[in-house]
């Protein structure tokens, strides 16, 4: 139970740290970015378990939670910006 607290708050952070490294300023875009960091950083960190490491609560898995969590966050920005029209 703590390592998912965990690894929802690095994908959180990660996802708050992502909008102003990007300077969003819109609220709603915040607030996605944290709900799509703590997704993102709870797959990672569901992966790297199943795959790698045995432990839920590693240094490794919230490193890879928080990889996650950029990763989903770069994947969802680069589809919600409008097309270029």
Do not use: Y
Request: hydrophobic content about 55%; proline content about 4%; aromatic content about 8%.
């Amino acid at each position: 139970m703590l390592s998912l607290i965990i690894w929802c708050l690095s994908g959180g952070m990660a996802g708050w740290l992502f909008g102003v490294v990007m300077q969003r300023d819109a609220k709603r875009d915040e607030l996605r970015n944290v709900v799509v960091g703590i997704a993102g950083a709870l797959l990672g960190g569901f992966l790297f378990h199943w795959n790698i490491a045995p432990s839920l609560l590693s240094l490794g898995s919230v490193i890879t939670a928080g990889a996650g969590a950029v990763a989903l966050l770069a994947t969802v920005t680069l589809f919600m910006q409008p097309s270029p029209h």
